[in-house]
């Protein structure tokens, strides 16, 4: 089962950009890089994706270098309604997921 | 419509009683998915279903007992639960196949055994 590996927490303040990096050392060569946000007692939201460079939503930004053994999430002008559980999990062939801890994500005013 | 619906949003049962956790999709996904979330704890994982077939079980004990009756819909049958049990229940949905699976997650059912 792969796996993903995230910084279990992060402070920033209102306004800041905030990048939160994830390792995935066994990412399948066909696989995308999900990038999901929880608030507390309520389902996960998918937020962005991708597969290599860069992509960009009207939420955040993902950047994924070539060799695609990371990714970084990147929230612009944070406000203290991003403060949330990020999680990057990956998918497997048997689409078995696995969230593993996330990061919490504080944002202070 | 990328919605994912989930009912009921609160349960409370006692430990001899039989409910059942509903879900539905209309995103044409042919992968659904049950979850429990116990508080600051990730979702873990219980079951899959693919084209409407069982194909993971994450070793769930038997009180917890899915159903896909067709490809939109999937419930979980509760019976005879510990108060160990009660968690957030989240469903969720995706494509069968290919390689950007993103998943669409219901609002959960709190569930409370007592």
């Known amino acids: 089962l792969a796996k993903t590996t995230q910084p279990i927490s992060m402070d920033s303040y209102e306004g800041q950009e905030v990048n939160i990096t994830c390792s995935h050392n066994n990412i399948a060569t066909n696989d995308y890089i999900t990038w999901y946000q929880q608030f507390p007692s309520q389902g996960p939201r998918f937020i962005i994706q991708?597969?290599?460079t860069k992509v960009t939503n009207e939420v955040a930004s993902l950047f994924i270098p070539a060799d695609r053994k990371s990714s970084t999430l990147s929230l612009p002008r944070v406000s203290l309604s991003d403060t949330a559980v990020y999680y990057c999990?990956?998918?497997?062939?048997?689409?078995?997921?696995?969230f593993g801890s996330g990061t919490k994500l504080n944002v202070k005013p | 419509d990328t919605e994912v619906t989930q009912t009921p949003k609160h349960l409370v049962m006692g430990m001899t009683n039989k409910k059942s956790l509903k879900c539905e999709q209309h995103m044409g996904h042919r992968a659904m998915y049950w979850y429990k979330q116990k508080a600051k704890k990730p979702p873990e994982l219980m079951f899959v279903y693919s084209y409407e077939k069982l194909s993971i079980n994450e070793s769930v004990p038997s009180r917890f007992s899915p159903e896909c009756p067709n490809s939109s819909l999937l419930n979980l049958h509760l019976h005879a639960l510990q108060p160990e049990d009660s968690a957030l229940y989240l469903c969720?949905?995706?494509?069968?196949?290919?390689?950007?699976?993103?998943?669409?997650f219901g609002p959960g059912t709190r569930l409370t055994v007592t």
């Open positions: 999990p990956p998918p497997d062939n048997f689409n078995k997921f696995y």
């Open positions: 969720a949905s995706s494509q069968a196949e290919g390689s950007s699976r993103e998943q669409y």
């Open positions: 991708g597969y290599k």
